[in-house]
């Protein structure tokens, strides 16, 4: 089997667009609109994203991006595996890569939003196994209870060069 390759990709290219309609309906079809935080192509420009997606001979995979909140804090946000890559750990993968990233860029900690509901299950059941405990809202996340916060940290940020 070929290596999955994780790189910095853009939102704007065509499957990448389409995998991001697939997530945003998704969470369109599961979530109130005023409870939705996923982030549409235009939101994935933003300067403080980071944007990657996981690739296996050409093939996408998944997606997923760092948002720099601070100096020292960072978000996932656009995690998304294609229906037809699930369980194959893609999803584990890049939140590995995204975590690295993280650590590369000397962040002491990592936190993410996602739904509190039952179709939510998979997705905090990974984070719970790669060390992201419950929190508190944070940045400008209101207050609700169709949200999950989680967060990890780190005691020591790799040492070397920032991505």
């Known amino acids: 089997m070929s290596p999955l390759v994780i790189a910095v990709d853009d939102p704007r290219v065509a499957d990448i667009h389409a995998l991001l ?5 998704f969470a369109m079809e599961t979530t109130p609109p005023e409870h939705v935080f996923a982030l549409d192509v235009d939101g994935l420009l933003h300067p403080s994203i980071t944007f ?3 690739r296996r001979d050409r093939q996408l ?6 948002k ?4 020292e804090h960072g978000e996932l946000k656009s995690m998304h595996t294609a229906a037809a890559a699930r369980r194959q750990g893609v999803g584990r993968a890049m939140v590995e890569h995204l975590l690295d990233v993280a650590r590369q ?3 002491r900690r990592v936190s993410l939003e996602t739904g509190a ?8 059941s990974l984070y719970e196994s790669m060390g992201f405990v419950a929190c508190g ?3 400008d996340y ?3 209870p169709d949200s999950a916060f989680m967060t990890t940290t780190f005691d020591e940020p790799l040492r070397g060069a920032s991505l």
């Not at 309609?21 to 309906?25: D, F, K, P, Q, V």
């Not at 720099?68 to 100096?71: H, T």
């Not at 509901?117 to 905090?124: C, K, L, N, Q």
């Open 21 to 25: 309609e697939r997530h945003l309906t």
């Open 52 to 54: 990657f997606s996981a």
């Open 61 to 66: 995979l998944g997606i997923g991006a760092l």
């Open 68 to 71: 720099e909140l601070d100096a």
């Open 105 to 107: 860029r000397r962040y």
């Open 117 to 124: 509901m039952a179709a939510f299950v998979p997705a905090r």
């Open 137 to 139: 809202r944070f940045g």
């Open 142 to 144: 209101p207050d609700n």
